[in-house]
């Protein structure tokens, strides 16, 4: 089993985006079978440190995971992210 995890700031904390955001991801288990569940979180912590979004997903093996990731249909929402995000952070593992 795959847990890939990511962590995205956005450009100027807009809660819009981060709504959308979520919204986009949330579609994808309906349009990608590989994705075994997801679960998107919006951050409510105010530290300077604190990441706007996160994004915990499972995969039954890194084969499924790279499907995922070249999916046409995740590739539209990481192309929306790119757009209004200043950076994320990934972390993969297997359990």
């Known amino acids: 089993m795959i847990k890939h995890i990511v962590f995205i700031k956005l450009k100027d904390n807009n809660k819009a985006n981060a709504l959308k955001i979520k919204e986009l991801l949330g579609e994808l ?4 079978e590989e994705l075994i569940d ?3 979180g919006l951050n ?12 915990y997903s499972t995969f039954a093996s890194k084969k499924d995971l790279e499907i995922y990731a070249n999916h046409k249909e995740h ?13 994320t952070k990934v972390v993969d593992y297997i359990i």
Not at 29 to 32: A, F, Q
Not at 44 to 55: E, H, I, P
Not at 77 to 86: G, H, L, R
């Open 75 to 87: 590739v539209k929402v990481i192309d929306f992210i790119k757009t209004c995000a200043d950076y």
């Open 38 to 40: 997801i679960e998107v």
């Open 44 to 55: 409510f912590d105010t530290a300077d440190r604190a990441m706007d979004l996160s994004l």
């Open 29 to 32: 288990p309906s349009k990608i």
